[in-house]
T-cell receptor, first 115, second 114 residues
């Protein structure tokens, strides 16, 4: 079975602080894809990144960076110099098969960035 | 244009009403999804359409009835709902059903059943 754990339920930081959101996944499949989505208060889930299991390169996109480590089954997300607009719920997700099932979301981490 | 639109944004309905939620995408995606999201929970998959055919039904009660009239549109027909069905209903689409493709979500319809 597949599982995604986001141990941090809620995080509060002050603007301009760096913050890391943890994601740990479980799967026995060797081919899988990991995703991060952002859900602001408006409700829409915004796609941030997709990473496949064969690509362990870290990724940086502006103030966002992702650290994928297969050895620890983790796919952590760091926001550098956080801003109030980063306040949202962030979901890590795992997908392992080709048929739509098993798109497993983690429980989410609510990030509040205070001015 | 990576936009998925949903109407209405808010819906209040009684338990005896019949209503429909609508979703539209113009990205040429061939897979479309309905999710249900309760407060402070992740989205839960309800239905998946691939090439306009129902591919997955996650044991959803029959009071929810999906429909895919064409490759750009997805409807969710609601009938005889219960108060516990109140939630945010999200539509999503992806290029294909395969695991490699990310899903793009609409803003959702916030449904309240009274």
């Amino acid at each position: 079975a597949q599982k995604v754990t986001q141990a941090q339920t809620e995080i509060s930081v002050v603007e301009k602080e760096d913050v890391t959101l943890d994601c740990v996944y479980e799967t026995r499949d060797t081919t899988y894809y990991l995703f991060w989505y952002k859900q602001p208060p408006s409700g829409e889930l915004v796609f941030l990144i997709r990473r496949n299991s064969f690509d362990e390169q870290n990724e940086i996109s502006g103030r966002y960076s992702w650290n994928f480590q297969k050895s620890t089954s983790s796919f952590n997300f760091t926001i550098t110099a956080s801003q109030v607009v980063d306040s949202a719920v962030y979901f890590c997700a795992l997908r392992v098969d080709n048929y739509g099932q098993n798109f497993v979301f983690g429980p989410g981490t609510r990030l509040s960035v205070l001015p | 244009d990576t936009e998925v639109t949903q109407t209405p944004k808010h819906l209040v309905m009684g338990m005896t009403n019949k209503k429909s939620l609508k979703c539209e995408q113009h990205m040429g995606h061939r897979a479309m999804y309905w999710y249900k999201q309760k407060a402070k929970k992740p989205p839960e998959l309800m239905f998946v359409y691939s090439y306009e055919k129902l591919s997955i039904n996650e044991s959803v009660p029959s009071r929810f009835s999906p429909e895919c009239p064409n490759s750009s549109l997805l409807n969710l027909h609601l009938h005889a709902l219960q108060p516990e069905d109140s939630a945010l209903y999200l539509c999503a689409s992806s290029q294909e059903l395969a695991q490699t493709y990310e899903q793009y979500f609409g803003p959702g319809t916030r449904l309240t059943v009274t």
